[in-house]
């Protein structure tokens, strides 16, 4: 059965930090792009990260570059997503998800399998 899975999200205090995993079963991630979505209460669905086949590129949205960074382990079938510096408005509900094709600009309309989600809340 495709699936991803993501896990790692919870409660953590502004500057603190966390780390999101992406586990694909069904699968092998070697063959796919993947990506970190968000989406905040009332708000749009946003690209955080996205990172090639290989791992040897990756793009990040402008609101975490220095702070985010996704890596793969494709020896474990498994993305990452490093938060440091987290901020109240990093809170959302945190998606992977994967496609066969290179998302250059990291858009949520090329992926075709999503993870079921994992939250993420930054509160004092």
């Known amino acids: 059965q495709f699936q991803l899975v993501e896990s790692g999200g919870g409660l953590v205090q502004p500057g603190g930090s966390l780390r999101l995993s992406c586990a694909a079963s069904g699968f092998t991630l070697d063959y796919y792009t993947i990506g970190w979505f968000r989406q905040a209460p009332g708000k749009e669905r946003e690209g955080v990260s996205c990172?090639?086949?290989?791992?040897?590129?990756?793009n990040y949205a402008d609101s975490v570059k220095g702070r985010f960074t996704i890596s793969r382990d494709n020896a474990k079938n498994t993305v990452y997503l490093q938060m440091n510096s987290l901020k109240p408005e990093d809170t959302a509900i945190y998606y992977c998800?994967?496609?066969?094709?290179?998302?250059?600009?990291?858009?949520?309309?090329?992926?075709?399998?999503w993870g079921q989600g994992t939250q993420v809340t930054v509160s004092s």
């Open positions: 998800a994967a496609t066969m094709i290179y998302s250059a600009l990291c858009r949520g309309s090329d992926f075709s399998s």
């Open positions: 990172i090639s086949r290989s791992g040897g590129s990756t």
